[in-house]
């Protein structure tokens, strides 16, 4: 598995190593990384062996970041060194930067290539090795058509998602008496700054308790934030287990990263989406706008949002049951529980395909 960063990034990929292992426990997986972002954090602590690369972040050819071109050259020669090593049967990129140089290895040594895209809008890394992709794995079908130059199977199969998120795709939906809020691995700050501002006025209005994910080093400061308000509310870290968190809510605000949209499907959340303005090319956006036109959910753009605006929203849909149970039925038509073991055997057919 090589790519990572971020955490929408890594669980999927950590979910479809635990597929794989599921099929044949003597599956063999390992992770390539980077320094940068979640990478040891999330992959050690998920049991796998995660290799460092050297590359830098961005393009190799930026000129802000003249050190990125040697690091990426001394990247690619890491990554062949590591194949030669581990002799892998497929090489799964997750996206991010760090699958670019592995994927460029593979491509050297003739070892397949199958790509993992959650997203609506792929990345650059991963539009790059899809020239020599044998598979390309999507949770949105729309994604197809930013793939060019490609000989690649396509595969609609949703996102791999940890097994407790699994399993409440086979509960019974659950209205709880939570509000839950969802920053993310990155970028989570402004949406927290927005919804503490707005939070006394929501919990005014509708009685909810409070759910808050902080997203990864935010915990201390929410709860510290929480405290002076006077307000109650649970804190959670990145880290937390969340499907406990979702089988106590009512309603979610959330972004509106691939990840975090596979869970609430699962969960039959309602969610007010405000997706995050600086994901690459907009991504979280279109993402929401896929949810929203199910009727899924509601998007809210952050540069106009409000604490007034986030308040009569949050009020008008936890006012309303029939709206949420509406929203509930059809976001929960989304979801795709099955998705890590059929992606994982998919893998497996590819892998062992001679050419």
Known sequence: ?????????????????????????DTEVSFIGTSHGLDMEIVPRAGYFIDILSAGRGSPLSLSHMSNMPRFILSIWQ?????????????????????????????????????????????????LLSRWAKGIYLQFRCAREQFINTK?????????????????????????DALLIIGGSQGAQRLNEIVLESIKDIQEQTGCKIIHVAGAGNEEGIKKAYKSLGVDAVVHGFFGKLSDCYRESKLAISRSGAGSIAELAAAGLPSILVPLPTAMDNHQMINA????????????????????ILTRQVVRIWNNKELRDSM????????????????AESIMQLASEKG
């Open 79 to 127: 990554s062949i060194k590591l194949f030669k090593a581990y002799k892998p049967d497929v090489l799964v990129a997750l996206g991010g930067f760090a699958a670019a140089t592995p994927g460029i290895a593979a491509r050297i040594l003739g070892v397949p290539v199958v790509i993992l895209e959650q997203n609506s809008v792929p990345g650059r890394v991963n539009r």
């Open 289 to 308: 706008e896929w949810v929203a036109q199910k009727n899924g959910a509601f998007v809210l753009e952050q540069p106009l949002l409000t604490s007034e």
């Open 152 to 176: 690649a199977k396509f595969y609609d199969l949703g996102s791999p998602m940890r097994e407790q998120m699994c399993k409440l795709a086979q509960e019974k939906p659950v209205d709880g």
């Open 328 to 343: 509930a039925e059809s976001v929960r038509l989304l979801a795709r529980p099955e998705s890590a073991g059929e992606i």
């Open 1 to 25: 598995m090589a790519g990572g960063g971020t955490g929408g990034h890594l669980f999927p990929g950590l979910s479809l190593a635990q597929a794989l292992k599921d099929l044949d426990p």
